[in-house]
């Protein structure tokens, strides 16, 4: 399975956005952690600096999976990381996570719901899956299509997407600011990937200035959105 988007450079670059979703991210992740669609690990050098008892990165594409593991062997990532090339199916049958990350990640697959519900059979008691993804159709634009988006999303599809075991924890959207731009490259410049300077830009004016907006917005609107889905029973103690 070949990845097939372009964008895991530029975006790598985009460090304050990055530390913006750890910031967020953080009450959320803990115990036994799988990040699925890790890709080459920028999301993963970001949050493995949270304290937790063990990381693996999950990777169908050989390229990207391969160079996760180089990064692992250099010691690139804050932790000790375990990289599996494949997908859920491909992890021992007996083994649960006590959270499961989906950054940028579950718009890529074409059958979400069942991503999701396999997804769910892996959690451990009190475990959660927690969701980043692009938010909105209408802010679709060529860059989604070149990069191998099915959708954007919103905090109403995604509850429809949660499997039913699960409860909802959180669901808010993030980086209002952020949105603007998305729909003015939508309707205005029409590009089919963003150049390195707009992603500098974006994240050092942009981001910093989502965090502010953001609250005060109470989270209503956004480029991404976030869900947060927890298992029933109590959770293992994590550190």
Excluded at 182 to 208: C, M, T, Y
Excluded at 213 to 239: C, E, I, M, N, Y
Aim: net charge positive.
């Amino acid at each position: 399975m070949r990845y097939a988007g372009t964008e895991l450079e530029l975006f790598a670059q985009a460090v304050g956005w990055k530390r913006y979703v750890r910031d967020v991210l953080r009450p959320f992740i803990g115990g036994h952690v799988l990040e699925v669609g890790a890709g080459m690990g920028a999301f993963t050098q970001g949050l493995t600096d949270i304290p937790c008892r063990s990381w693996c990165c999950l990777e169908p594409d050989p390229v990207l999976s391969e160079r996760l593991d180089r990064r692992r062997s250099h010691g690139d990532f804050p932790r000790p990381v375990e990289v599996v090339r494949g997908t859920l199916a491909d992890l021992g049958g007996e083994r649960r996570f006590d959270t499961i990350l989906y950054l940028d990640v579950l718009e890529h697959v074409a059958e979400d719901g069942a991503e999701a519900e396999a997804a769910a059979r892996r959690l451990a008691c009190g475990g959660r899956i927690v969701v980043l993804a692009p938010a909105f159709q209408m802010a679709y634009s060529s860059f989604d299509a070149a990069v191998g988006h099915h959708r954007r999303y919103t905090r109403q599809s995604l509850e429809r997407l949660r499997p039913k075991a699960l409860k909802t924890e959180a669901s808010l959207y993030l980086d209002a600011p952020g949105l603007a731009l998305s729909l003015a490259n939508r309707l205005l410049l029409r590009a089919a990937e963003p150049k390195a300077g707009q992603i500098l830009f974006w994240d050092r004016h942009v981001i910093p200035l989502a965090r502010i907006l953001d609250p005060l917005v109470g989270h209503s609107f956004g480029r991404s959105v976030v869900a947060v889905w927890q298992k029933a029973g109590a959770a293992a103690t994590w550190g």
